[in-house]
């Protein structure tokens, strides 16, 4: 495993598998949060959506999820944290 994290980057970095460059669970100490890629995991998850981003440039095969909020761009940060995280009733 390896990470990367740009010097000026108050927050972000990434992880990757110094093998064959697959994105790997990373940890942002800076805000308390794990941010784990859906496709590293390999069992089945029981997590849904809570919020659609970057829809204006969206593949055109992707389908939208009329039932939770979308945002043509990345809306701020704070915003999209309490998006992510907020508990909605299945």
């Keep these: 495993m ?3 994290k740009v ?6 970095c990434t ?3 110094s093998e064959c460059g697959g994105v790997l669970p990373a940890a942002f100490n800076a805000i308390k949060i794990y941010l784990v890629p859906a496709g590293s995991v390999d069992t089945p998850l029981n997590v849904k959506p809570t919020v659609q981003i970057h829809t204006a440039s969206k593949a055109p095969w992707a389908i939208i999820n ?3 909020p979308q945002y043509p761009e990345m809306p701020p940060r704070e915003q999209i944290f309490t998006l992510m995280f907020e508990k909605r009733e299945s």
């Design 7 to 12: 010097p000026e980057a108050a927050t972000f």
């Design 15 to 17: 992880a990757f598998c």
């Design 66 to 68: 009329e039932t939770i």
């Design 2 to 4: 390896r990470t990367y």
